[in-house]
């Protein structure tokens, strides 16, 4: 059930983005357009910027971010939905989408270079790439989103698998 509100929740804030940025989105109005009391919005969420972050970790969560092909799928999706991503990239609070997603995708590097290459810690030049790579990416994400309207999703993912050092490809990408 809880899920269910969740995903009703999001609903109506991506519907809400389409008109505005989330700057000029009060939780009042994401209560109102969802049908819910302010206590129910803040049952689940802490305030809007994580409820952004939520969406994006609800896509984000599906997709293995070591395949080419689930990796372009993702990024075309958030072509189609290109207004609420814009909106999202376009805030620049102190909880911007882009600093859940730096933060989400250093994680999943990180766990996914552990467990591929049996190791409990990482030394510390593996860190530093994987937090680069990912400041990286999730960067060019951004400007994708913002800014590039011709590039096509399977190109730009390709370009940044491409863009990893050769030494996190090989953690990731053995044979």
């Known amino acids: 059930m809880a899920d269910r509100t969740k995903l ?3 609903d109506k804030m991506k519907k809400l983005m389409t008109k505005k940025p989330i700057n000029k989105i009060r ?3 994401i209560c109102d357009a ?5 206590s129910t919005f803040y049952y689940h ?4 910027y994580e409820l952004v972050a939520w969406i994006f970790y609800q896509s984000a969560s599906q997709v293995n971010i070591i395949d080419l092909k689930q990796a372009a799928q ?3 999706e958030m072509k189609n939905e290109m207004l609420f991503y814009k909106r999202a990239y376009e805030d620049t609070s102190q909880n911007a989408l882009w600093q859940y997603m730096y933060e989400y995708f250093v994680k999943e590097y990180t766990n996914l270079a552990m467990e591929m290459s049996g190791k409990e810690v990482l030394d510390e030049q593996v860190k530093f790439s994987i937090k680069l790579y990912c400041y990286g990416t999730v960067g060019m994400t951004k400007d994708w989103v913002l800014e590039d309207n011709v590039t096509s999703s399977e190109t730009i993912v390709a370009m940044m698998f491409q863009s990893m050092p050769s030494f996190l490809r090989d953690i990731y990408f053995k044979e």
């Open 8 to 10: 009703w929740i999001a």
């Open 27 to 29: 939780v009042t109005e």
């Open 34 to 38: 969802a049908e819910i009391e302010r």
């Open 45 to 48: 969420f802490k305030d809007k």
């Open 74 to 76: 993702s990024m075309k």
